[in-house]
């Protein structure tokens, strides 16, 4: 019994991985074929990029305080207080901003998107989209994934902004260490190799969380209680396939970069 | 056809040799369990109204979403507009189904968009101008008898608008076709009257050819006997003994076409659950 319960598992993720593959292989070959639907890639923009700003900010700003607490009291027990600039900026360049906004995102969108395409399907708003002829994976999924990609990108930038920002605040305000120093060692010691690690990576997880929540919300079954398990599902997936690509990301761009 | 089920539509039964269009070989539909539709076979030929009978869940919708491609059978073929679409990509049906309107059990209205927006979908993306939209959407609002409605949302209609509302969003692009699943499904019955007659005046004014799901026997006989009258613009009852020929009836039992026939042989029919069905 436990034997076959674990067999219908198993097959049934093996299931999931290979729809999943084939949705996410139809959905990145139509952001590439016409028709685009730049209105709704608009309306998405606004509704997942403005919308996230403001816990954006707020997470990136703690999170940047976070590490300049963290980090001077560290730091100044070698008597290297002076490189929290360094520290955090490289932290929430390279991975903090990316990794943070994905999943600050994920949580707030992945959800959203799959909760309301899950509603369409359970009141057979999807099957009559393509009764009327128009096909919802262009119509919905597409601009969903297409304003998830531009949007994470550009919301990552916002989050390192204000996660070096919040360190000098700490800095200042709290260390009362000198700002311009932490700025100026914030600022010396970023590369250009930093940079594109840090804004390589919002690109593929504005893909997860998009595909993710599109994926679940399209195949939701069972009504409004299958929704809330398609939201569940959404979240939580998107959240562990950031953090596990993430860690793909680094392993190769390190070994390039390096 | 008996010579006392005359023909009284306002449009001529179809010649034989017209095209169907849509005709079904022994398509079987199956889920996760046992099949849902075993081997059925019939057709709609131009001008033909079809009304499919049955009990609740004996497969009705998902006959009906079959013909259009939304859902696959796993076996027999399905040609629709004299086109195999059985296993025709996705991107090939949406044209095809753009020349079909289909009337959702529940409507299923956008309940994001307002009633101008879901009546003129399918001209939205075509990009037709705003003005004509509205005038169709008028007019496709006046067909229907809602046209307070223009600027509301769907949560701010009743079930009975909802529905009325999804007839004019099927009607607006003058389909080659419609498929109504329970339009009259759960509706109070001055509701559901004025719904068959919006169907008997699509059909009689119109002749678009048409499947209609139900399972009110009211409703599918309200359509043989009566024919919608444009001067006094309403329903009228045909004269006593008359019917329309040009609507028959389909009649499905767990998954299987158990009857394919006119009124007279459905009336008369010796089949056991036909006859439960009918009493």
């Known amino acids: 019994m436990a034997f076959n319960a674990i067999d219908r598992t198993a097959k049934q993720i093996v299931l999931t991985v290979q729809e999943y593959s084939l949705f996410a292989w139809s959905a990145l070959l139509d952001l590439f074929r ?40 560290t730091l100044s027990a070698f008597g290297a207080a002076a490189v929290t600039g360094q520290f955090v900026s490289l932290t929430m360049v390279r991975e903090l901003g990316a990794v943070l906004t994905g999943i600050m995102v994920s949580g707030r969108n992945a959800s959203s998107i799959a909760s309301e395409l899950g509603s369409m399907v359970v009141t057979e708003q999807i099957d009559a989209m393509r009764a009327l002829g128009v096909d919802p994976m262009r119509k919905l999924v597409t601009p969903r994934i297409f304003a998830s990609i531009t949007m994470l990108l550009m919301l990552t930038i ?39 690690q840090g804004l390589v990576k919002p690109l593929f997880f504005g893909y997860i969380l998009g595909s993710i929540g599109c994926f679940y919300g399209m195949r939701t079954t069972g009504g409004t209680e299958g929704v809330g398990r ?25 070994s390039i970069f390096a | 056809m008996t010579d006392s089920y005359a023909a009284m539509s306002s449009s001529p039964a179809p010649a034989p040799a017209e095209r169907p269009v849509v005709c079904l070989h022994e398509i079987s539909v199956a889920f996760d369990g046992p099949p849902v539709l075993k081997e059925i076979s019939f057709s709609v030929a131009p001008a033909e109204t079809r009304i499919l009978l049955g009990p609740a869940g004996v497969g009705k919708s998902v006959l009906l979403k ?46 994001s968009l307002t009633v101008r927006d879901n009546i003129a979908y399918q001209l939205i993306q075509e990009h037709v101008s705003d003005e004509e939209i509205d005038a169709r959407v008028h007019e496709a609002l006046k067909f229907v008898g809602l046209e ?56 009689d004014v119109h002749s678009t ?23 006094q613009d309403r329903m009228v009852p045909l004269p006593e003994g008359q019917f329309n020929r040009n609507t028959t009836f ?6 299987r076409l158990i009857f394919d026939g006119s009124l007279h042989e459905i009336v008369h029919s010796q089949n056991t659950f036909v006859r439960e069905f009918l009493k």
């Open chain 2, 148 to 203: 307070q409605t223009f600027s509301l949302f769907p949560t701010a209609l009743s079930g009975g608008m909802k529905r009325r509302v999804a007839i004019a969003r099927a009607l607006i692009h003058s389909p080659e076709l419609i498929l109504y699943d329970s339009p009259t499904g759960g509706l109070d019955p001055v509701t559901s009257n004025t719904i068959i007659e919006l169907i008997a005046k699509q059909r």
């Open chain 1, 158 to 196: 916002v989050a390192d902004a204000f996660g070096i920002a919040g360190g000098a605040a700490v800095t200042v305000f709290l260390n009362h260490q000198n700002g311009t120093q932490y700025f100026h060692m914030a600022y010396e010691r970023l590369r250009y190799p930093d940079i594109i």
């Open chain 2, 66 to 111: 079959a013909i259009i491609g939304l859902i696959r059978p796993q076996n027999g073929s399905v040609e629709l507009f004299g086109e195999d679409i059985t296993l025709m990509p996705e991107e090939n049906l949406f044209p095809l189904r753009a020349r079909t309107g289909f009337v959702f059990q529940e409507g299923a209205l956008f309940d």
């Open chain 1, 34 to 73: 016409p028709p685009i639907y730049w209105t709704d890639f608009l309306i998405q923009c606004d509704i997942i990029g403005f919308g996230s700003i403001p816990i954006v900010i707020l997470s990136g700003f703690f999170t940047g305080g976070v590490l300049a607490l963290q980090s001077a009291a």
């Open chain 2, 209 to 231: 050819p048409a499947l209609l799901v139900t399972h009110r026997l009211q409703d599918a006989f309200s359509l043989c006997d009566h024919r919608f009258d444009p001067e």
């Open chain 2, 250 to 255: 389909l009649m499905l039992e767990e998954g």
């Open chain 1, 230 to 254: 398609s939201t569940i599902d959404a979240v939580v997936i998107s959240s562990v396939l950031i953090i596990f690509v993430d860690f793909l990301i680094t392993h190769v761009l390190l």
